[in-house]
């Protein structure tokens, strides 16, 4: 296992020029963080006593700063990042030890009081005893990650955390937390499911976010009350609505939800997810996407960022989790359908979530995952990749009752089809093009281009 | 991205979002502008950077907008982005081998495609996860190259060309978007100027193939 990290740190940051973090490497190669960690200094010191500047490592100090703060800035985590930043350095999070010193002081005073900040700070290689420097005492200083060049864009570690969560997403967190070393809540038990058993991915990224938000102290808060929010929020599809500040509490019981009802089709809800996730992030108001984004981004790079990660897809679909339940009972009943009707059922909820942003009436709610099937049970010929057939297909036709509200009523009807693999991705986007009413549009629109994401919000329409 | 069937036309806009992205990226790691005027974004599940200056953003746009209706005649060879210095010496190109795009005649632009890959069976056009994570893998390259490239200096300018194929057109249409330019000479030892080529990543994913590579023109003009 010695000869193991060698082997691998050398083949992924020299040869391939990965970025390798701690945690990808523990994850990699079944050790202890701790141990990791080590490794990963041991390499760095062989190969730049070899060839100097072959490696760069960037270390995590934590401690506790001397800090002035900055009386105009408004802070949501104790301090302004502009203020903290110095050079390259992001502050991860920090939670204000003395609180009085947290709030920032009027500017009436005029030397504003030094604040004492437990600090975690991602810090390049260079800047390291200048770093040091500004701390008053460091609890801990290890290396975080090792890269073949010096880092331009600190954001770039968070791909080694997506990494982590995609690739080792099948290892159950309850018992790999043993080996790796994760923090754990002892209280922390994995709720049974009356139905089919989630299948164990998504089940494993559950418990693994849920792990994760909960596991270093210096977590800040945000992230911790809008968990606790979350069981409170879960049987009213209201709040569930206000997607971008529920997003990081909804993975942990969402998730379940959601995933129980997919229980027979596995991968196909997560693929999807991945590409909703996506599709409905740009729903979402761009500006408030990307403040919540740049604020994770600058201060948390990585755990939050994979919990955030998996707090997107899986809040996508949550939102309607709870609605989709009594839909997915009452589509069962309606039309006796299989498993694809549940996979069919998958992508609809996150344009119904669309829908649900818009238009708060459960009316629409209710509606949307019947008639967005038009899958087929009665005759399917698959040949060459074209399906074709006799299907029965629920068409929508939507009224204003007397109180005002816009009620979708569906009614099956006969249609002969032909088209393409693979039919699940072509429902989603006709279907969100068929929503009656104004909430229909801006759906479709916004559901039309999967995995735009925010950056093409920004611009105007293509 | 691209729906059940996909058309030539979603093909090149999956690209154009690329280079967009990438262009922003670029303009990033180099410093042609300052780092502090890009926000942080996601795209294809990966953090990336974005100019918040609306007139940059907005010159992008119709740049890539061009390349896209060139890419529709089916004449581009090359799309380069290339970095001047203050004096109009070209630093350095990231270019984007885009030649092994389906030709497609330009009525056909929004035909669905089929594509049958070499076994004979089909295969699919766009495959949106393996396309989504070979961009993710080009741009993590394109982010990393940069920072072992040297610092180019300040007051830099950036512009966007591209490379037409030999029986392509010239667009000459009017209102002209492109400006013709002299082919630049190959290596001719002569002017003493040495080409460094660094490549990034080849892009394989359905139909859509690309590559990509950053060239290093090394000016001993002393003008840095």
Redesign the interface.
Known sequence: MAQDYTEYLAVNVLNEKQIVSYRLLSRALKVHVNLAKQMLYEFHRKQNAKTPSSVHATYLLTGIRRVLPDPPQSNGNGAAPSQETDGDDTIMQSSPVLPSSSIPQPSTESTPEPALIRSILLVKQEHLDQAKATFDTISSTHIYSLEPHALTDVQVLTECNRKVAADYASEDPLEAWKQYGTIQNPNVKRRKRGTAPPPPAPVAKTAETKVKPAAPTTKPSEPQKPSSKTPSAKPTPEPESKKPTSKPPATKRQNSDIFKSFAKSTSKPKQKNDSQSSASASPAPAPTEDEPMADFSEDEADDDDAAMLEAEKASDSAPTGKSKKERAAELAAMMDQEDEEMEDAAPTPTTGAEEAEEEPSNAIDKPVPPPQEEEPKETVIVENGRRRGRRRITIKKTVKDEEGYLVTKEEPAWESFSEDEPPPKKARLPSSNANAGGGGKTAAKKGGKPGQGNIMSFFGKK | ?A???PTFRSLA?SFT?FL??AI?TIL??RSVYP?TSF????????????SRHPKV?EWI?DAV?AVESELFKGAVDRVAVVIYSKNNKPLERYVFEVSRFPKVPASDVDV?LERLDADGQ?GSVLP??DM?EQF?ATM??L??C???LPPIPVGCAFTVAVELKEDGEAPTAHPQPWMPVQPRAPNDGASGNGVVTKPVRAVAAGSVLFETWIEQVNSDDGDG
């Open positions: 991205m729906d059940s069937e806009t979002d967009t992205v922003h990033y790691e780092q926000l942080s974004a996601r795209k294809y599940n990966f953090a990336v950077r974005q953003c746009n907008a669905p089909q949106l996860v989504e993710r993590n390259q982010a990393g940069s920072s072992m």
